[in-house]
């Protein structure tokens, strides 16, 4: 759970990614995982651990997101809040180091380089959820809603609903391990949020 490499670890940030992309897919346009960034042409960015590389990728990118037409990047990690770098903090100042990581490393490049606008995606593996996080799921659900003509309570109860199994299964797997993994697929297009929330039992 809190070592940093390993094919479950990378099960887990990838599950939790592709569902984001499904989700976003509904609504934006141009949307692609692990999209590889303009490379820099001489530009200097203001902190030693910004990613200069020139084959440097981010999780996900969507175009109109935030603003029309302008391209949104997202940035996934998922942390141990029970891990020993983070004892001794309280889990507010976790989320914002990890988030504060991110930005760091990709922000100003996004901004100046592709002109984009950049997004860190951090959550516990418990399902906690950093405020910049909140913020991109809380505009995701109004759009989903929006778009399906569906109660934005319905839309975000689900959306939460499948986040967290996301993260439980991958969990499970990281604690447990497998010898099989059989491939899944995620398509939601044309999904009743409305009915699945009511059909599952899941608390609005």
């Known amino acids: ?21 499904s989700m976003l897919r509904e609504v934006c346009r141009d949307v692609s995982t692990e999209p590889t960034l303009l490379p820099l042409d001489g530009e200097h960015m203001q902190y030693r651990t910004a990613n200069i590389d020139n084959e440097a990728r981010v999780d996900l990118s969507a175009r109109g997101f935030w603003t029309r037409r302008r391209r949104a990047f997202m ?55 950093g ?30 609903c499948r986040l967290s199994l996301s993260l439980l299964r991958s969990a499970l797997l990281c604690l447990r391990g497998t010898r099989y993994s059989a491939p899944t697929t995620i398509d939601i297009a044309g999904l009743d949020y409305q009915a699945t929330v009511v059909e599952c039992g899941i608390l609005v």
Request: charged share 25%; hydrophobic share 35%.
């Open 75 to 129: 940035e996934i990690r998922i942390f141990d809040p029970m891990a020993a770098c983070h004892r001794g903090i309280s889990l507010e100042a976790a989320h914002q180091r990890n988030e504060q990581e991110k930005i760091r490393a990709y922000g100003e490049r996004i901004q100046h380089v592709d002109q984009g606008s950049f997004t860190p995606l951090v959550l516990t593996t418990s399902g906690g959820m």
């Open 1 to 21: 759970m809190t070592y940093k490499r390993g094919g479950f670890v990378c099960i887990r940030h990838d599950e939790v990614r592709d569902v984001t992309a």
């Open 131 to 160: 405020p910049k996080v909140k913020c991109f799921y809380s505009r995701l659900a109004d759009v989903m809603a929006e778009k399906k003509h569906q109660p934005r309570s319905h839309v975000v109860a689900w959306m939460r």
